[in-house]
């Protein structure tokens, strides 16, 4: 049975999402090489970020739910702090 | 004295970007009016999305640290459901 | 008769788009103000980002019709890295 | 010598930012499998995310000036629209 939340994978789904991930960089890099239509690798580099945007926002939910929710006092401010510095930072990618 | 933590903005800052940006997004309608130059548009308009993001950002620390943290059992995951699929939402921008 | 492309909007729809963008961020300065929930304010940010990137793809479109397509030369040229940094910075929002 | 512009890699500066990405995302998977701190696995994904815009960037820019700019009549009107279109996938993340 699984009760976990929605947006919280399990480590199986992040394994199979990040391998999926690898194989679609290789993927593009194998465009490039063929030298194949601009709009095409774009599309792919698109689904990519999308995929890394899913893998990020589980991250976000298991470190509120795991590492923030589950702390006391100045380590669970602390924690908030660079979950919202990391919130930040994955809005604006950098 | 000021003890909030870095992302977290008191309500008269908030306000103030708040009214900021409503300026600038009327200075965009300006430009497009006199027929500026496309270009300098659109570094009005990335300007206004990264305020935006900065709001949007003092908001998430806000509902973390007051509604999230704030409840108990239920509600809790509730909440950091909510604020998870928010995060999400901000991410994809839709 | 409109035979303008897909992405290229009039100026009476960038007009319209920019005065809705304009209310709604006054709309989300009113919730700010009436402290209202933090999940429902920043859903209807998401909204205002993704208006305005609808804005700013309109802009980019007009921009290589007109002026990168229009120009001849080093004009254009200079006008094309113009326009990909300004896709650059609306892609990171800085 | 190398007179391209600014924005524009070389097929050789692809295939190596390609090949950074792929190693980064095998670490990424590393650290899911270790347990790492989620924070750190969440700054790597940004830093992937940064470099697949800018790979993403360079091929907007290679596609403006080979592709839109090398052609002529309705098929520069429809490389203008598949330009357009990427650049918003690419903007929205989908």
Same mark, same amino acid.
């Given at each position: 049975?699984?009760?976990?939340?929605?947006?919280?994978?399990?480590?199986?789904?992040?394994?199979? !999402?990040?391998?999926?991930?690898? $194989? *679609?960089?290789?993927?593009?890099?194998?465009?490039?090489? =063929?030298? !194949?239509?601009?709009? /095409? +690798? @774009?599309? *792919?580099?698109?689904?990519?970020? %999308?995929?890394? /945007?899913? +893998? %990020?926002? $589980? @991250?976000?939910? /298991?470190?509120? !739910?795991?590492?923030?929710?589950?702390? =006391?006092?100045? *380590? #669970?401010?602390? #924690?908030?702090?660079?979950?919202?510095?990391?919130? /930040?930072? @994955?809005?604006?990618?950098?």
């Amino acid at each position: 049975m699984n009760d976990r939340p929605g947006y919280a994978p399990t480590k199986e789904q992040m394994r199979n !999402r990040l391998s999926r991930i690898e $194989g *679609q960089v290789r993927g593009v890099a194998r465009m490039v090489e =063929e030298e !194949r239509y601009c709009i /095409d +690798v @774009l599309a *792919q580099i698109s689904a990519i970020q %999308a995929a890394l /945007d899913k +893998v %990020a926002i $589980g @991250l976000v939910s /298991d470190h509120t !739910r795991e590492c923030v929710i589950g702390a =006391e006092g100045v *380590q #669970r401010a602390e #924690r908030t702090e660079e979950l919202i510095e990391a919130i /930040d930072r @994955l809005v604006a990618r950098r």
